[in-house]
Structure formats: structure tokens, C-alpha cells
Nanobody, 126 residues
Framework: QVQLVESGGGSVQPGGSLKLACAPSGGSSEYNALAWFRQAAGEERQPIACIDKDGGRAEYIDFVRGRFTISRDSDRTTVLLQMDNLRTDDTAVYYC???????????????????WGQGIQVTVSS
């Protein structure tokens, strides 16, 4: 059973940066991709980025491309989300998730992901 723990959230001013980390444990054979989603208050959970477990492919939703970067840490297990040039509408709870399939095609579909972290708050305000 995969367990996911997010870290690195917090508060930042517009234009600032934060780096989130997702540390999966257990069940490494159960997933082939890790993704970040976010959910703002009163809104649907939306996909942000996805990376294959082997780091070979990364995909981004359009509104974060060029500002956010998903990558694997040096331990080759922890997945990072570097968020730059943050805006107030980036405020949300950010979730890490895993999928048994790699990041291709409809990677944005929530039903593809079967394990989720608890979520971590990111607040962007002046």
C-alpha cells in the first residue's frame, strides 16, 4: 500500500516561490507515475503536473507551464514541485497522488489516480 506525505507548503507573497515535496513509501511496484493536484476552496480538484516514476516524462497543465517544475529528488523517489512566480490564484490545498499507469494521454483525469496524500496548504497573498 502506497503512502504519500507532502511537505513544504506555507505562505508566500505574489511573485514568490515555494517547493513542495512528496515522499512515497511502500508499494513502489503499485505505481508508475506521480502527480500533483490542487483544490481551492469551493472548487473542483484540478491537475497540475505529472511525472513518470522513472523521471522519463513530465506533463503540465497549461496554466502552470513555465512557472512550475516537477522533478525527482536525488533519492530518485521523492517528487518535488518547484513553484515560481506564484499568484494569488495559486492558493489552494496541494495533493500528491500516484497512478498505476504512466503520464500519457489523459493524465489529467482524477480517476486514474488511486493513492492520495493528506494535502498541504499553499497560500499566496500580499
Amino acid at each position: 500500500q502506497v503512502q504519500l506525505v507532502e511537505s513544504g507548503g506555507g505562505s508566500v507573497q505574489p511573485g514568490g516561490s515555494l517547493k513542495l515535496a512528496c515522499a512515497p513509501s511502500g508499494g513502489s511496484s503499485e505505481y508508475n507515475a506521480l502527480a500533483w493536484f490542487r483544490q481551492a476552496a469551493g472548487e473542483e480538484r484540478q491537475p497540475i503536473a505529472c511525472i513518470d516514476k522513472d523521471g522519463g516524462r513530465a506533463e503540465y497543465i497549461d496554466f502552470v507551464r513555465g512557472r512550475f517544475t516537477i522533478s525527482r529528488d536525488s533519492d530518485r523517489t521523492t517528487v518535488l514541485l518547484q513553484m515560481d512566480n506564484l499568484r494569488t490564484d495559486d492558493t489552494a490545498v496541494y495533493y500528491c497522488s500516484t497512478a498505476p499507469v504512466m503520464c500519457f494521454g489523459r493524465w489529467t483525469r482524477r480517476e486514474r489516480y488511486d493513492h492520495w496524500g493528506q494535502g498541504i496548504q499553499v497560500t499566496v497573498s500580499s
